[in-house]
């Protein structure tokens, strides 16, 4: 039987309980979610660019999430687009290459991510089941929506 929302939620929130590692996780996991989406970026399937592993990991992403939840597919919908805003952006503007960018920031971010989870005293929750990856940003989400009386 496959989990609702819910039961992810509260399963990934277990190992999350610390404050330190809960603020680490309010600042890594979208930093992690935007360089994943970056680096995959950078991999272009056309000539024009717009075609990359990036939107086609969004694309799944977005069916993964919609299998779980609507509101949530919608917040992780507008999450992505930002993503892409600042991917465009960096692209233009700045004369590092993006994937050098991300990388960085994803290895840093990680290093975050590990450090919280060892004060938190427990493992990160994709040991256990890798989809978990998946479920960080729908977890932090699931506050916003919970702050403004949203359903999750």
Same mark, same amino acid.
């Given at each position: 039987?496959?989990?609702? @929302?819910?039961?992810?939620?509260?399963?990934?929130?277990?190992?999350?309980?610390?404050? *330190?590692?809960? %603020? !680490?996780?309010? &600042?890594?996991?979208?930093? $992690?979610?935007?360089?994943? &989406?970056?680096?995959?970026?950078?991999?272009?399937?056309? %000539?024009?660019?717009?075609?990359?592993?990036?939107?086609?990991? !969004? $694309?799944?992403?977005?069916?993964?999430?919609?299998?779980?939840? +609507?509101?949530? %597919? !919608?917040?992780?919908?507008?999450?992505?687009?930002?993503? $892409?805003?600042? $991917? +465009?952006?960096?692209?233009?503007?700045?004369?590092?290459?993006?994937?050098? %960018?991300?990388?960085?920031?994803? *290895?840093?971010?990680? @290093?975050?991510?590990? @450090?919280?989870?060892? !004060?938190?005293?427990?493992?990160?929750?994709?040991?256990?089941?890798?989809?978990?990856?998946? @479920?960080?940003?729908?977890?932090?989400?699931?506050? *916003?929506?919970?702050?403004?009386?949203?359903?999750?």
């Amino acid at each position: 039987m496959a989990k609702s @929302i819910q039961q992810w939620l509260d399963s990934y929130g277990e190992s999350h309980q610390n404050p *330190v590692n809960k %603020t !680490i996780h309010w &600042i890594c996991v979208p930093i $992690i979610t935007w360089t994943v &989406i970056a680096l995959l970026w950078s991999v272009s399937l056309n %000539t024009s660019g717009w075609l990359n592993l990036g939107i086609i990991f !969004i $694309i799944s992403a977005l069916i993964f999430y919609l299998r779980l939840s +609507v509101t949530l %597919t !919608i917040g992780m919908a507008l999450f992505s687009m930002f993503c $892409i805003v600042l $991917i +465009v952006w960096h692209q233009q503007a700045l004369k590092s290459p993006l994937w050098s %960018t991300a990388l960085v920031l994803f *290895v840093l971010a990680w @290093i975050g991510q590990f @450090i919280g989870h060892k !004060i938190e005293g427990k493992k990160p929750s994709f040991f256990q089941d890798i989809q978990f990856l998946m @479920i960080g940003p729908a977890w932090l989400l699931s506050f *916003v929506y919970r702050r403004l009386g949203l359903p999750v």
